[in-house]
């Protein structure tokens, strides 16, 4: 905040390459960084931290109105009380929301609500609130060929695309306009750190002077392969899903959303603790059951993150060092594994629904009955 207010955006994507956050929150953090110096602020308690972690405080309860609205209007999305009770006590928002004090709740909230007007049939609001997440963080726009897609079989694509293309253009005028490649390098290229997570964690144990730098940045040639290797896959599995599936009902959309979360998480070069809320809400419509074991697994690990990173409870405050990553990552292979697991399992349920279905192919699944 402190950056942003003295120097600017520029200033900041350009001397801090770890800012990767789209423009919309930096103007927020700038704005709150004002604030929180402000004698009334001051004097009330309204610090920095407060009005960092409020969006997101307010974004979870607005994703439980939501999903409670979902399932009190339709038969097809009502879940068990206990599923929805796990959800709104969930440790992995109380650890993010609550303790971290990210902005991920604020796009997951705004990715739920762009999912609910595909429900109700609103090509146009649906095209705001996703590029309104995608303000937030850039990762919904590996989600846009799902929405994309659901449209075009609808005939909607121009009513949904013109919002969102207006609205992108609109926050991201700044960068694209006076520094496109910084905010290319620092937002749009943006791949998490390397050797904490899944894949490249067991590519780093293999003690591999190619594999066992953690960074985020400039990544030795090898690392750099397999990254790239990975995320490729992860966007023609996404747009295979989000072809494949285009013309199936409004429920299979969200269906479409969790499938695509979970191949990311499988696959992705690298994950950090507050990301695991990206994928709840879609995991729990998908199925309750799954969700709880997701749920038990991801708190298990971020409860461990957190406390090793603060040196252990009560939490003031957390930082990782490259000692410190050695004692919580292993942690994270318990998440990890539920979703190769849930990942094989709806596979698995898929061929039997659609005993057509393969792997490898680009052939519409039918609309059944």
């Known amino acids: 905040g402190k950056a942003l207010n003295e120097n600017g955006l520029e200033w900041t994507y350009r001397h801090s390459i770890s800012f990767n956050h789209p423009p919309l929150t930096a103007y927020y953090l700038r704005a709150i960084y004002q604030l929180a110096h402000q004698t009334f602020f001051r004097e009330n308690g309204l610090t920095f931290p407060f009005l960092l972690r409020l969006p997101g405080i307010i974004a979870d309860l607005i994703t439980v109105v939501a999903l409670c609205w979902m399932t009190g209007q339709d038969r097809q999305f009502r879940m068990p009380t206990w599923a929805l009770a796990l959800f709104v006590l969930s440790p992995v928002s109380i650890m993010v929301t609550g303790f971290h004090g990210n902005t991920d709740p604020v796009m997951v909230m705004f990715l739920v609500l762009a999912s609910l007007f595909c429900l109700r049939g609103k090509s146009v609001w649906c095209g705001l609130f996703l590029a309104l997440s995608c303000q937030i963080k850039i990762i919904p726009l590996l989600l846009l060929p799902i929405f994309f897609f659901f449209w075009v079989s609808r005939r909607h694509a121009a009513s949904f695309s013109l919002p969102f293309v207006l609205v992108s253009l609109v926050l991201w005028a700044e960068p694209l306009l006076k520094f496109p490649a910084l905010f290319l390098t620092n937002v749009l290229s943006y791949g998490s ?142 998440p990890w594994a539920v979703l190769i697991a849930g990942l094989i399992i709806f596979w698995k349920n898929a061929r039997r629904r659609y005993p057509s279905l393969r792997l490898f192919s680009l052939d519409s699944l039918p609309v059944q009955p």
């Open 193 to 334: 750190f390397w050797g904490i997570w899944g894949i490249t964690y067991w590519l780093r144990l293999t003690n591999l002077a190619m594999f066992r730098m953690v960074t985020f940045y400039h990544f030795p040639p090898m690392q750099s392969f397999v990254a790239t290797l990975l995320k490729l896959i992860i966007i023609a599995a996404v747009l295979m899903i989000a072809w494949r599936r285009r013309n199936l009902g409004e429920r299979a959309l969200l269906d479409s959303l969790a499938y695509a979360w979970i191949v990311f998480f499988v696959f992705a070069p690298g994950v950090c603790a507050q990301y695991m809320v990206w994928l709840a809400p879609f995991v729990l419509v998908l199925s309750p059951v799954f969700y709880g074991w997701l749920a038990a697994s991801s708190s298990l690990f971020l409860f461990f993150f957190y406390n090793v990173t603060a040196g252990e409870f009560p939490w003031y405050g957390a930082a990782s060092t490259d000692n410190l990553n050695t004692v919580w990552t292993p942690w994270s292979l318990w």
